[in-house]
């Protein structure tokens, strides 16, 4: 299929099988909406876990030199102040001014003892909080890093384009703690490290492109910002970030660090690699989408990794009025279940229609028990970006399939 037929209305094309095929619903809909708000589906979600899951491996478990945080949306209101958020984190409105962007919320019940606090701007700060208790605890060396992945909230003038601007998105953020001299070593680094993930989940690279932050535009807190854009639909934008923090947060929240050995303190500098789940997943999800004609029938599939595919691997007996073919699919499917997640059973409609439906939603590979299957105890595997088939032993079934997708 020609590039740009692929192309035309592609967002449509993406927000719309989102919604049929229960990846993303707007949020509230049934009451008419909440701008900005989008909730995920069953596989919508299950996807969106997966990118979190492949960057927690990533940047967190496969490291020696970063530990993770899960620390509360609330906080105390003086860490938005000293963080520069309170005075700081604002939008130009039509009329010049400014506007801040933090949602404003209210402690307590009894009216003397109300104080107002903030849904979080981004998960940094609960990063930052956590610096004296994480050094405490684990007695890191630098460089070292502390990772979180949650929600962040900002009440966004303009939300628009499907994900992309939302007022409540996910973040995965790590601030990683390096002496001063060394910063632009760990830049370099770190840009690396976060092309490498993006190749790794399977980004289409030519439409990623790593743009520097003019001063003027950079966020308050940061020195030097290079922004990695990819070109969406609606135009060449930011996708994830990579700030040079400098000790803008750790002297503003009064912390230090004394190395074990010499004694000495100093304030570390930090690199701030961030990254919108959210985000991640719309660019994926445009990166993964593909037309083709097979069987001279056109079709729409999602080119996802097996490992982040929400629906790994389906099951399905040729004909669904045919009890044998049932039982043994149906034995097949609750026999690899047990091991490999993620598996679907499906005997509706014709076998043309199952593999189209399990195209739309990017699901690797298509099991199907046939009538050879009983005589001979081989079934199909047919792969979703080429369409072949290939007969495989029912005995060695789970192996196969374990060693594509995990
Ligand atoms: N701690 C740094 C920070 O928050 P940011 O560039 O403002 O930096 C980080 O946000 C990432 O969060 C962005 O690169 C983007 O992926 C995502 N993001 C920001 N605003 C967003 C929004 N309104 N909707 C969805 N994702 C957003």
Redesign the pocket.
């Known amino acids: 299929m020609k590039e740009e037929k692929i192309k035309e209305n592609l967002m449509e094309k993406i927000v719309s099988l989102c919604k049929r095929r229960g990846f993303v619903f707007p949020g509230s809909e049934i009451y008419g909406g909440l701008a ?1 708000t989008w909730d995920y589906g069953h596989l919508g979600n299950e996807l969106l876990h997966n990118i979190k899951q492949s960057w927690w491996n990533k940047f967190v478990a496969a490291r020696e030199d970063v530990y993770g945080i899960r620390a509360a949306i609330l906080m105390n209101t003086k860490v938005w102040e000293a963080s520069g958020h309170v005075a700081g984190f604002a939008d130009p409105l039509e009329n010049g001014e400014k506007f801040n962007t933090m949602f404003k919320t209210q402690i307590g019940a009894k009216k003397e003892e109300i104080t107002t606090s903030y849904l979080r ?4 700060q609960g990063i930052f909080v956590n610096f004296k208790n994480t050094v405490d605890a684990f007695h890191p060396k630098l460089p070292f890093g502390i990772a979180q992945i949650g929600k ?1 909230f ?1 009440n ?1 003038i303009a ?1 628009r384009d499907f ?5 409540e ?3 995965m ?1 790590i601030e990683y703690f390096v002496r001063p001299n060394e910063w632009q070593k760990f830049f370099e680094y770190w840009k690396d490290e976060m092309m490498e993930w993006m190749e790794e989940i399977g980004l289409d690279m030519s439409r990623v492109h790593d743009v520097e932050v003019p001063e003027k535009e950079r ?1 308050h ?1 940061s020195s030097h910002t290079v ?2 854009e990819f070109e969406y639909p609606f135009g060449q934008k ?4 990579l ?1 040079y923090r400098a000790d803008f947060d750790l002297k503003n929240h009064n912390l230090s660090y004394q190395d074990q050995d010499t004694g000495e303190k100093i304030i570390p500098h930090v690199i ?1 690699p ?7 997943f719309l660019a994926l999800l445009l990166s993964a989408y593909s037309e083709d004609n097979l069987g001279n029938e056109p079709r729409v599939f999602l080119k996802l990794k097996p490992t982040l595919a929400p629906v790994k691997v389906a099951i399905f007996p040729l004909l669904h009025n045919k009890p044998e073919l049932v039982k043994k699919a149906r034995e097949i499917y609750a026999n690899l279940k047990q091991e490999i997640p993620n598996i679907v059973f499906d005997d509706n409609g014709n076998i043309g229609k199952r593999y189209r439906r399990q195209d739309e939603i990017g699901t690797p590979f298509c099991v199907t028990v046939d009538f050879d299957t009983p005589q001979d105890d081989t079934v199909t595997v047919r792969d979703r970006d080429t369409g072949t088939q290939e007969r495989v032993k029912v005995t060695e079934l789970k192996e196969y399939i374990k060693e594509k997708i995990l």
Not at 121 to 124: G, H, I, R, S, V
Not at 163 to 167: A, P, S, V
């Open positions: 900005g701007p981004e998960t940094a962040a900002r966004e939300p994900l992309f601007r939302q007022r998105f996910d973040q953020e966020a807190y922004d990695f930011e996708l994830f970030g700030a701030e961030t990254f919108g789940a959210d985000r991640a």
